[in-house]
């Protein structure tokens, strides 16, 4: 019998270990299309196409991420030309607006993230695969 330790099987391995494999798959096939994205500028984006214009600080509270991570992937997908910063209502922020070039990738984007989570639950129970969604948005 191949038995786990006890650390392994704590929920909070668990869902590491499930985010990075997620994770790992999309990234994978975001460049199997020619797309230079990641799952973390993947949520920063999503966040964007249901809302945007939205400041760093709403964008790191929604992704739950500090302000300096934030800004460097606003960086980052700034240089590829997703987004652009705005002057904002406060001289002291901005807005970051999404591009037409993000605009341009928007459903393939949601097509791949599609993909990878048909890939990755693929022979899980449906019933099964709702109710461990269910569990999870109630701890989140």
């Given at each position: 019998?191949?038995?786990?330790?006890?650390?392994?099987?704590?929920?909070?391995?668990?869902?590491?270990?499930?985010?990075?494999?997620?994770?790992?798959?999309?990234?994978?096939?975001?460049?199997?299309?020619?797309?230079?994205?990641?799952?973390?500028?993947?949520?920063l984006l999503s966040d964007l196409f249901l809302e945007d214009g939205l400041t760093q600080q709403q964008l790191a509270s929604k992704v739950w991420k500090d302000k300096a991570a934030v800004k460097r992937m606003v960086?980052?997908?700034?240089?590829?030309?997703?987004?652009?910063?705005?002057?904002?209502?406060?001289?002291?922020?901005?807005?970051?607006?999404?591009?037409?070039?993000?605009?341009?990738?928007?459903?393939?984007l949601r097509r791949i993230s599609d993909t990878t989570m048909r890939q990755m639950t693929d022979g899980i129970d449906p019933d099964e695969l709702e109710t461990c969604i269910r569990v999870l948005s109630k701890i989140q």
């Open positions: 019998m191949n038995a786990q330790p006890a650390s392994e099987r704590t929920l909070g391995h668990l869902a590491g270990l499930v985010a990075h494999a997620l994770a790992w798959q999309l990234r994978r096939n975001f460049e199997a299309e020619g797309l230079d994205i990641t799952h973390a500028q993947l949520g960086d980052l997908l700034e240089e590829k030309g997703y987004v652009e910063r705005r002057e904002g209502d406060d001289p002291r922020s901005y807005r970051v607006c999404l591009t037409a070039k993000a605009r341009e990738i928007e459903n393939d």
